[in-house]
């Protein structure tokens, strides 16, 4: 079983989103979808303004994919941050607001799910999804978390997203490691910023 965490609002687990998704295609798993917030990850850290106003921003779409999955089911969740993320990210947009509503027409949900995206009310399942990510990785990280068999890592962090038997590569040498036990960290400074290609 795969686990997938992400935030909406990440170009980083857009990118991931992009290659496990095309890992779906050519290997047998079956991946779960489930929001993390980075927004809740960095309450109370000491943020530039312009981060703390992103931050600000990001709270709508996370917040609105939780009602949705509440409302009417996990099986929303992967169409809805697909309609949510092509618009961010390849589309280069940020009307958040815009973005959610052109989102959950595309994918034939209420209109009125747009209101979850300014309260409070599905904040506890929120951070519940968010926390299970959490426990998994620690909370010195971002998003994506991917896990496999209930072993989870933040990433991969990748630019551009694999394809074909690239990304079914990179899927199997991601599954051997997950099932070393002590194994727990590869980094590298990143060069290059998400490529949407």
Same mark, same amino acid.
Request: glycine content about 10%; overall charge negative; some cysteine.
């Given at each position: 079983? &795969? $686990?997938?965490?992400?935030?909406?609002?990440?170009?980083?687990a857009?990118m %991931?989103?992009?290659? #496990?998704?095309e890992?779906?295609?050519?290997? $047998?798993?079956?991946?779960?979808?489930?929001?993390?917030?980075?927004?809740?990850?960095? =309450?109370?850290?000491?943020? +530039? =303004?312009s981060?703390?106003?992103?931050m600000?921003?990001?709270?709508?779409?996370?917040? @609105? &994919? @939780?009602?949705?999955?509440?409302?009417?089911?996990p099986? &929303?969740?992967?169409?809805?941050?697909?309609?949510?993320?092509?618009?961010?990210? +390849?589309?280069?947009?940020? /009307?958040?607001?815009? #973005?959610?509503?052109?989102?959950?027409?595309?994918?034939g *949900? +209420?209109?009125?799910?747009?209101?979850?995206?300014?309260?409070? =009310?599905? $904040?506890?399942?929120?951070?519940?999804?968010h926390?299970?990510a #959490?426990?998994? !990785?620690?909370? =010195?990280?971002? %998003?994506? !978390? @991917?896990? #496999?068999?209930?072993?989870?890592?933040?990433?991969? @962090?990748i %630019?551009?997203a694999?394809?074909?038997?690239?990304?079914?590569?990179?899927? $199997?040498? *991601?599954?051997?490691?997950?099932?070393?036990?002590?194994?727990?960290?590869?980094?590298?400074?990143?060069? /290059?910023?998400?490529?949407?290609?």
């Open positions: 079983m &795969v $686990d997938f965490w992400f935030d909406p609002a990440c170009p980083w857009w %991931t989103s992009r290659w #496990i998704t890992v779906e295609a050519i290997r $047998d798993i079956d991946v779960r979808w489930h929001v993390m917030s980075l927004a809740v990850l960095n =309450e109370g850290r000491d943020l +530039p =303004e981060y703390l106003a992103a600000a921003d990001a709270w709508a779409a996370v917040r @609105v &994919v @939780v009602a949705a999955s509440e409302l009417h089911g099986e &929303v969740v992967k169409p809805l941050y697909d309609a949510l993320g092509t618009r961010r990210h +390849p589309g280069g947009r940020t /009307d958040t607001a815009a #973005i959610v509503a052109e989102s959950l027409a595309e994918v *949900l +209420p209109a009125s799910l747009a209101e979850y995206g300014s309260t409070q =009310e599905y $904040d506890a399942a929120l951070r519940a999804s926390q299970q #959490i426990d998994l !990785v620690g909370d =010195e990280v971002g %998003t994506p !978390v @991917v896990a #496999i068999n209930g072993v989870g890592f933040f990433g991969p @962090v %630019t551009p694999p394809k074909g038997d690239d990304a079914g590569r990179l899927w $199997d040498g *991601l599954a051997l490691m997950t099932g070393v036990p002590g194994f727990y960290e590869l980094k590298r400074t990143r060069t /290059d910023g998400p490529r949407f290609d």
